[in-house]
């Protein structure tokens, strides 16, 4: 296999044995890509392999600076491009098939490349950098320049493409945008504009968005004023404002996952919703392309989201996670979907050779796939990929160069000397460690489920599972064998480590196990031929911080046949037959092995880099011993390492996370081999394995799936004689062990294959029996569950030790029931003992360390219960102070509210928190500054009114009435001021301080204004408050004044033994809120938990109260002999009078027949008292009744009083609410007016920032142009002068062959004028069919070709055949020459034109982004101008609150209109002005008409002097007439006749003067424009002496040039030219002559001119002369 290596920075070159890498096996992670028709390349690691689609042939390139990143392929240049992931990454090109670097890319990129691609045409590539450049650059590979770069923060790509046909557009795609970049370029500079495309919305529909900066609205809304955007609204000033939108705006897009382009430069992309779109590549227009009737897929499968894509002629390849390819047909708008191919694994890659021959398809598992077009068969597969990296790999027995590897549940067979995979099977659960038999053609695989499965490999090309072995439940982390493949150690997650036989004669018999604790790290072992045991040497993690621990024992051979003696009935082997010892080292340790030589531990150190070598003791020992390093070298490797032994023990293998494998001599520790084989980026190696004859190193990479095979380049000496001895000794002591093995092999194959057969036969008919099986059957199969070997080894002991102890165990059980039945009697004869005798319960414990641990666990409960109901009482006492501290606590008058007595009113006052002293410092200044402001309005008043006190007298004297009347009216209408906008001054309020609603124009005003009117509120609610505590104690008086009455209301319904209840008012919790705060007793339900010695303590407390009480009645012997006499009182109540009753006589019982006269008298006295008891009884009744009436009446009226007062102010508390209310709405207008203004503020800055940021960008566009046109100028001036070198080339040709005759001149201009045809290369009609992109114009490759095959055919006409007949073969060759040089010329010119092209275009577009900058400016203008005008009509007109009464407004039909725009709010006072003014007037008017009557009165008089007056104007008439019949001149005439005739002189005047004036203006202006002509005229001729100047200079040129051309025309012998030259400069003077006369003949023509226009321009004027 071929290799190739970066040359430089590879120290790594030794003298004597070295290692290469022979072949590299790995599958792509990434893209797979064509170099051309046949080859294939992907990077894997830090190797880039390249596979010949043909031959199946790999070539290897590895990156010397670590893992390849990115990588790339150029066709048409057949060169890769790739990415080493360092820091500062570096791009190297590679050609290809040499391998050999072409050039490398240093960039400022600082972590990684995530994306190359290389254009189809020209030699360009671009690359995307991530984190944290996010970069796009554009690179120059051949001459290794970055041309342009642009950052994109923030943004990663998913997916990079040149457009094919054009390579000045480039995609760039990730899940949430399609970005479609443009290269400009104006000579050799190149520049990067990007265009977003905008994507349609989820569901497939196009989006209109407007522009957030432009979006101004005209529509106004004529209740909350202008609308804003929603970005001034946010209050966004910045460059955010821009892209602003509100969360529940943002409409979710569609989410691009591929795209491809189109030979129309248009492109495809697919996205995760199924939808195709069609962009346009000029316009990027979105079109959402339809699916027409769909097929039926293969499979079953369905195409949601495409994750690849390819552009085929009439459509595209498209494939999904389903496993389908898809061709996808379009037609205009529409597509139709047709199933291709199943590859049946999901597709992550598809791409089309260079001649569109094949499809290359890779899957997400790392497979590649070949579909050929046109052959049979079309399918092939070219790279199986294996599940998963390389978790294991080992080399089988020498001699069969064959070698295993593991992946997830995958093992597979290869070929060890070119790679190749020769057979795989898979396990069908996932697997850890792999190991293969040094004595047998066998192998093991540990799984995660703690199994152990042996593989027969004797035939590679089909290897079986012959046996399985069930160790543990925990996953097995180590397999390993033995030198002499003896004993197969097994170690787990647990720390178990199994002895296996690893013979398979033996069916692998499990020895037993040892525990040595959590944490193998390593094991080793040392077996040779001369002993009879092996040596075992673990290493594990220790519980102490710092150290490992070595665990060393001994396995001897025959192990096998005495196993049950050395383990125990679990299975654990015995220690001291093991003779098992421990060690521990001071330093932590990542790997050890033992020596073969069992005197020395090798170890690498895992915090410090050294390689370190203990010396074993040779004393016993029990317990821990601990080693210090014997030796100690460093390792020069970084990282946590592992150590290998070669199979002879001579060679110390060590790998570390660096990625370096070196060999050392384990007597020195010294490196004498080493070899980068994987990097640190890819955590470096993973494992080593080494054959046994010392020429086969296989090394597995830990993350990066690469498994590189090493050989040796110089290898021999005694380094190679010393390890194929030990292999040849080996392998002749083994061949008859491994013989006899393989036979038994054999035979455990074909044991576990009628096995499998007879597993499957018991299957199908457990599967036909489970149908009818009953419960029992059931559960008798999960008895025969299989269980693992060390469980079922513990079960077995148990049984065996509970069959072997079960005498005693029923023994046992038998005592302990006669005592537990002893104890039980005697607590029953307790029982019925007394209580001195009597013996507590727990002293009948038998266990009372047992009852001690009980109790301590009970009360551990108890107090955990207790301290956690502590705990949430505390949070719930702490939540509780919280809210009472707000909602209470910082109350400085508390809610509460009271209750009528008969009427359902409830009346609440206002809650009010302490203003603060910021609220109060602010409240003051404002009060301060509105006095010093009403001192300032007040003095001004009295300054104007002093001015007018005097003409203001007169007026105050004659109206002194009206006034009076007037002023009352003033002072009555201020009182309901209705512009106040509330009814604040009903509660005694003072409103003079603030400001008029039509007045607050600027935001001071307006906070000052919402401060007095808080203000305002908080007197309002301190009013009512005060109102309410009054009312609140008037309903305690009333309450205590009804408790007071009811007491004698009480006494008297007891005396009158009347059965109703007595209405006793009491305060609700609503009015007395504090109760809530306070929990009384008798509303915890719960009843409280009481110690025993609170319960003794409260009835030794009950008990002594009580013998006191009875002491103190026992000493009372006053009372009691009241209360025996007189019934404990001394005088008889009237009250008593009810209860009073006369005893009857005793002789009453007796008949009356039996009764004495006395007895008689006795009688008719005690009737008589009875009588006169009851009508005092009657009449002390009614006196009760009417008292008890007269009470209850006046409870009722003085709670109905109260009630009244309470209604009174409950509309009270409405008013003032509704006062609350209006402060409140004037103070939220005023607030939305500040918000308003804000807002247009941040609108207004926000149009400023972008106003500014769009000037900056005109001065770079601006500047963009400048230094266009200065390129363009320079270019096209060096092109105007290659133009005219070759029209010289071409008009010089006759002079230079004018020594020659006139015919072979002809004929050789004809010959100079022919051009070779140059053959184009047809390429076959089915390759046209085929290729989609045909031709790829513009390639720099292609117009050196084409130049390169226009000199070759240069060549063919330049032959000497293609000469004239008697053409002289030296005028022939200088012919030739002449030819040439013109041909290369106009190539030149060619190319000199396409760039000049190229320069005006990428002018006009930078002419076009700067009138659109321009266009975007006006609009910003436009804009302010817009908001400036809305900001200031919002601050004219004014939201105000006025107070209308019901009624006052009608509106007819119920129409009520929100919009008064033609309406004008007038103040109230102007009417009433008006009012006055018109009662004046018609006063006015009725004095008139009174006055007119005394005028008729002498109108007769007045018409007999009109009369006379008439007679005397007659007569002034004729007079006159008289006098105008005399002679007069006209101007005495005028003088006479004018009336004013003075007035006429002075108008005459007048217009003389102005008619001055205007021809000295004018007479100025000419005086002020000749200046500026001449100052112009000066500028003119400092112009015209520059142009001089420079003309002069290039003058000095010229003539420098002519006489070079003179020089090189003498020199060549050509006097026709020079006379041409002179003929023509003769020409062109007299030429110039002519244009002189002409110019001054057209310059006397103009001052003829200019004269009659100065004559003209003067007539028009008159000439005032002076008379």
Not at 84 to 113: A, C, E, H, N, Q
Not at 1287 to 1305: A, C, G, T, W, Y
């Amino acid at each position: 296999m071929a290799h190739g290596q970066e040359q430089e920075e590879n120290p790594y070159v030794v003298s004597g044995a070295s290692l290469s890498v022979r072949w590299v096996q790995g599958f792509p992670k990434q893209d797979v890509h064509f170099v051309n028709n046949d080859t294939i390349c992907y990077p894997c690691g830090n190797y880039v392999i390249f596979i010949n689609i043909e031959t199946k042939n790999k070539t290897v390139l590895q990156c010397a600076n670590g893992i390849v990143g990115v990588v790339a392929t150029n066709i048409p240049y057949e060169v890769v491009a790739f990415s080493d992931r360092k820091l500062k990454p570096i791009i190297y090109i590679y050609s290809f098939p040499g391998l050999t670097r072409r050039t490398k890319l240093k960039g400022d990129v600082l972590l990684d490349y995530t994306l190359l691609a290389f254009s189809y045409c020209g030699t360009y590539l671009a690359s995307y950098s991530s984190l944290p450049e996010y970069e796009l650059a554009l690179w120059n590979w051949e001459s290794s320049v970055i041309l342009c770069k642009k950052s994109q923060l923030g943004m990663d790509i998913n997916y990079m493409t040149f457009n094919p046909m054009n390579w000045r557009q480039l995609c760039l795609s990730n899940l949430s945008t399609v970005t479609v970049w443009t290269i400009e370029r104006s000579n050799q500079e190149h520049f990067l504009k990007s265009r977003v495309v905008k994507l349609p919305a989820e569901d497939g529909t196009l989006l209109d968005e407007t522009d957030t900066i432009f979006s101004h609205s005209s529509l106004k809304d004529p209740i909350y004023g202008p609308v804003l955007p929603l970005s001034a609204i946010a209050g966004l000033v910045g460059q955010e404002a821009e892209t602003f939108r509100p969360k529940d705006d943002i409409c979710p897009l569609l989410h691009p996952t591929m795209h491809c382009w189109t030979p129309t430069s248009d492109l495809y992309v697919g996205c995760e919703e199924g939808y195709l779109l069609l962009i346009n590549g000029d316009t990027l227009k979105v079109t959402v392309l339809n699916k027409t009737k769909e097929a039926p897929p293969l499979d079953g499968g369905h195409l949601i989201s495409p994750v690849t894509m390819v552009y085929q002629r009439g459509g595209m390849l498209a494939s999904g996670i389903d496993g389908l390819v898809y061709s996808f047909i379009i037609k205009d708008s529409n597509y139709k979907v047709d199933n291709f191919i199943n590859v049946g694994e999901p597709v992550e890659n598809m791409t089309f050779s260079p001649d569109y021959k094949m499809l290359l398809i890779q899957t997400e598992k790392g497979s590649v796939f070949i579909y050929t077009f046109g052959e049979e068969p079309a399918f092939e597969k070219v790279l199986d990929a294996c599940d998963g990296n390389f978790k294991a790999t080992d080399i089988i027995t020498a001699g069969n160069n064959h070698f295993m590897t593991l992946t997830d549940s995958e093992v597979c067979v290869w070929w060890l000397e070119d790679g190749s995979c020769v057979s795989r099977i898979y396990l069908n659960t996932p697997a850890m460690v792999l190991a293969c038999s040094p004595s047998s053609l066998s192998a093991a695989v540990g799984t995660m489920a703690g199994r152990v499965q042996f593989l027969d490999v004797r035939d590679a090309s089909s290897p079986q599972i012959v046996h399985e072995a069930f160790l543990s439940e925990s996953p097995l982390q180590h397999l390993l064998y033995d030198q002499r493949g003896m004993f197969l150690l097994a170690g787990t997650s647990e720390g178990y480590i199994f002895v296996i036989n690893a013979k398979p004669s033996s069916s692998f018999q499990i020895l037993g196990f040892i525990d040595v604790g959590k944490g193998i790290l390593q094991i080793s072992t040392v077996s040779l031929l001369e002993t009879d045991i092996v040596e075992v040497l673990v290493l594990s993690m220790s519980s102490e911080g710092g150290r490992n621990q070595l665990e060393m024992f001994t396995l001897p051979v025959l192990l096998s046949e005495v196993s049950e003696t050395f383990m125990d009935e679990r299975g654990r082997l015995k220690d001291e037959l093991i003779h098992k010892y421990v060690f521990e080292t001071e330093h932590t340790l990542s790997s050890a092995v033992l020596d073969f030589q069992s005197n020395r531990i090798f170890g690498f150190c895992n915090q410090v880099p050294y390689i370190c070598s203990y010396l074993i003791p040779e004393k016993e020992h029990s317990g821990v011993c601990i080693i210090k390093p014997f030796q100690k070298v460093q390792s020069r490797q970084y990282g946590p390492g592992m150590m290998y032994l070669s199979p002879h023990g001579l060679w110390l293998i060590t790998i570390a996370k660096d990625g370096m494998i070196c060999i050392r001599d384990t007597y020195t520790l010294e490196t004498f081999a080493r070899c980068r084989s994987h990097s640190h980026q890819g955590q470096g190696i993973q494992s080593v394995k080494i054959s046994v004859d010392g020429q086969n190193i296989l090394v597995n990479g830990r993350n990066d799936g690469v498994l590189v095979y090493l050989g040796w380049k110089r290898f021999g000496g005694t380094l190679a004689n010393e390890i194929l001895d030990y292999c040849q000794h080996l392998l002749t002591s083994l061949s008859n062990t491994m013989d006899e093995e393989n036979v038994y092999l054999s035979k455990l194959q074909q044991s576990s294959v009628d096995l499998r057969s007879e597993f499957k036969e018991t299957n199908s008919q457990t599967k036909l029996m489970s149908i009818d099986s009953s419960q029992e059957e059931l559960s008798n199969v999960e008895d025969r569950k299989e269980i693992p070997w060390i469980q079922g080894k513990s079960q077995e002991a148990i049984k065996k030790e509970v069959k072997q102890f079960s005498k005693k165990r029923k023994e046992i059980k038998k005592r302990i029931k006669a005592l537990v039945k002893t104890v039980l009697d005697m607590m029953e004869e307790n029982e019925t003992l007394d209580n001195i005798a009597k013996l507590q319960q727990q002293e009948f414990s038998l266990d009372l360390e047992e009852l001690e641990r009980l109790r301590r666990e009970s009360e551990e409960e108890v107090a955990k219960i207790r301290k956690d109901a502590e705990m949430d009482n505390l949070a719930k006492r702490y939540l509780t102070e919280l809210i009472k501290e707000e909602c209470w606590n910082s109350m400085t008058v508390k809610g509460r509210a009271l209750k009528c007595f008969h009427i359902p009113y409830v009346v609440e006052n206002f809650p009010m928190k302490e203003r603060t002293a910021k609220e109060l410092k602010e409240l003051e200044s404002v009060v301060h500054q509105k006095k010093i402001e009403a001192e300032c309005l007040k003095l001004r008043k009295e300054i104007v009114e002093t001015q007018s006190v005097v003409t203001l007298v007169k007026k105050h004297h004659e109206e002194e009435d009206e006034e009076e009347e007037e002023r009352v009216q003033i002072q009555d209408t201020n009182l309901p001021n209705y512009l106040l906008g509330s009814l604040s001054t009903d509660f005694g309020v003072d409103t003079s301080l603030l400001s008029s609603q039509l007045e607050l124009h600027s935001r001071e005003e307006k906070i000052n204004q919402i401060i007095l009117l808080k203000d305002i509120i908080y007197k309002v609610k301190t009013v009512f408050n005060n109102e309410f505590d009054a009312a609140y104690k008037q309903k305690e008086f009333e309450v205590a004044r009804v408790k007071e009455r009811n007491v004698r209301i009480q006494e008297i319904i007891l005396d009158l033994e009347l059965e109703e209840d007595i209405w006793q008012p009491e305060f609700e919790d609503c009015e007395k809120p504090q109760r809530t705060l306070v929990v009384e007793s008798n509303e915890i339900k719960a009843s409280k938990h009481v110690n025993l010695w609170q319960k003794a303590k409260a009835e030794l407390i009950a008990t002594r109260e009580m013998e006191r009480w009875l002491i103190a009645r026992s000493t009372d012997m006053r009372r009691r002999a009241l209360m025996d006499m007189m019934g404990g009182v001394l005088e008889v109540k009237k009250e008593d009078v009810l209860r009073m009753v006369i005893p009857q006589p005793d002789f009453m019982t007796k008949a009356d027949a039996l009764w004495s006269e006395e007895e008689r008298k006795q009688f008719k006295d005690y009737e008589k008292k009875v009588k006169e008891l009851n009508e005092e009884r009657d009449k002390y009744r009614k006196s009760l009744e009417a008292e008890l009436k007269k009470l209850q009446n006046s409870i009722q009226e003085s709670t109905q009083n109260f009630d009244e007062y309470l209604k009174r102010l409950f509309d009270r508390r409405v008013k003032a609410e509704m006062v609350v209310n209006q402060e409140e709405l004037k103070i939220n207008n005023l607030i939305f007016s500040l918000l308003l203004d804000e807002e247009l503020t941040t609108r207004e800055l926000c149009l400023n920032n972008y106003l500014a940021r769009k000037q900056e960008e005109r001065i770079q566009t601006s500047e963009a142009i400048r230094n266009a046109r200065e390129n363009l100028d320079v270019y096209k001036e060096h092109y105007d002068n290659l133009l005219a070198e070759d029209k010289v080339l071409d008009r010089s040709f006759k002079k230079e062959f004018s020594e020659i005759p006139s015919h072979q001149v002809d004929i050789l201009y004809k010959l100079f004028k022919r051009r070779p045809r140059i053959q184009k290369q047809k390429r076959h009609s089915d390759a046209n069919c085929i290729v989609p992109f045909g031709e790829r114009p513009g390639s720099g490759k292609l117009n050196s070709d084409a130049f390169a095959h226009l000199m070759k055919a240069m060549d063919e006409l330049d032959n000497i055949h293609n000469m004239p007949e008697g053409l002289d073969p030296l005028v022939w060759d200088h012919f030739c020459m002449t030819r040439r040089a013109k041909v290369e010329n106009e190539q030149k010119v060619k190319q000199k034109a396409a760039g000049l092209m190229e320069m005006m275009a990428f002018l006009r577009k930078r002419t076009e982004d700067d009138e659109k900058v321009q266009q975007d400016i006006e609009k910003v203008f436009h804009e302010l101008t817009l908001l400036q005008e809305e900001k200031v009509g919002f601050q004219l007109n004014l939201t105000i609150q006025i107070l209308l009464k019901q009624g006052q407004v009608e509106v007819e039909n119920f129409q009520l209109l929100l919009e008064y725009a033609d309406a004008i709010l007038v103040n109230k006072n102007i009417i009433e002005d008006l009012n006055a003014v018109i009662r004046t007037q018609g006063q006015k008017k009725v004095a008139s008409m009174m006055e007119s009557k005394d005028v008729h009165k002498g109108i007769f008089q007045i018409e007999w002097e009109h009369k006379k007056m008439e007679m005397e104007m007659e007569d002034l008439n004729q007079k006159a007439w008289d006098i105008q019949m005399l002679f007069f001149s006209r101007d005495r005439q005028k003088f006479l006749n004018e009336p004013n005739y003075e007035t006429l002189i002075a108008v005459q005047i007048v217009i003389m003067e102005q008619t001055i004036a205007v021809l000295e203006k004018t007479h100025k202006k000419n005086v002020e424009n000749c200046k500026k002509l001449l100052k112009k005229l000066g500028k003119t001729s400092n112009q015209k002496d520059v142009a001089n100047y420079t003309l002069s200079c290039n003058l000095r040129e010229e003539l420098v040039a002519v006489s070079e051309r003179k020089d090189i025309c003498n020199a060549m012998g050509s006097k026709l030219t020079c006379e041409k030259i002179a003929k023509e400069r003769y020409e062109n003077m007299m030429q110039q002559q002519k244009l002189t006369n002409i110019s001054k003949q057209q310059a006397e023509q103009i001052s003829i001119l200019q004269a009659e226009v100065e004559r003209l321009r003067m007539k028009t004027f008159p000439a005032l002369v002076q008379m």
